[in-house]
């Protein structure tokens, strides 16, 4: 891949997978529910879906959507659905205590790897990245170089906004600040479902 596409690249790793998002925004709230450990499941899992659902776009899933529209619609209903539950979930979490982990759990590994398939913000950058920069003339190199970018940039990302989580955590000891500021994450959830599915 030459420099300046690889820069490119890098630069749109970064921003897409840095900005809020609903990966961000509910390891996040994890972080501040959960702490750091019991939210690495989710972290590994948004992490491996993501690359699993890049190598999905790169074998044709792109082609597919391309070929019958109605499909997108179903992935924006069934995704709108989902991230509005997981909205609800965050909205009524409860903060556990070190010794009350059976009373509310953090989304598993596989919960969150499978999300990526229904997350519109993240079918959309999996087909634009594959669009954008894999070559047909060197498909595999560039596909390879690609994953191992988005993987780096994805899991720094989700360590990045679950250390928030837990740097706030600090802050919201306090069980009304904790349901304000699930409230406030369940709302941001919500909020950006509008531009994905608009």
Known sequence: ???DLFLALLAFAA?????PGPNNIMVTASGVNF????TLPHMFGITLGFVVLLMGCAAGLGAIFAAYPPLQIVL???GAAY???LAWKIATAKPAADNDRHISQPISFWQAAL???VNPKAVVIALSAIALYVRPERWLSDLALLLVVFAVATILAVVTWTGFGVALRRL???PNYARVFNLAMAALLVVSIVPMVV
Not at 15 to 19: I, K, L, S
């Open 83 to 85: 991230m509005l539950w």
């Open 15 to 19: 921003a897409t997978a840095f900005t």
């Open 76 to 78: 924006k209903i069934v």
């Open 115 to 117: 999300f990526q398939w």
């Open 172 to 174: 919201l000891t306090d």
């Open 35 to 38: 702490g750091f450990t019991r």
């Open 1 to 3: 891949m030459p420099f």
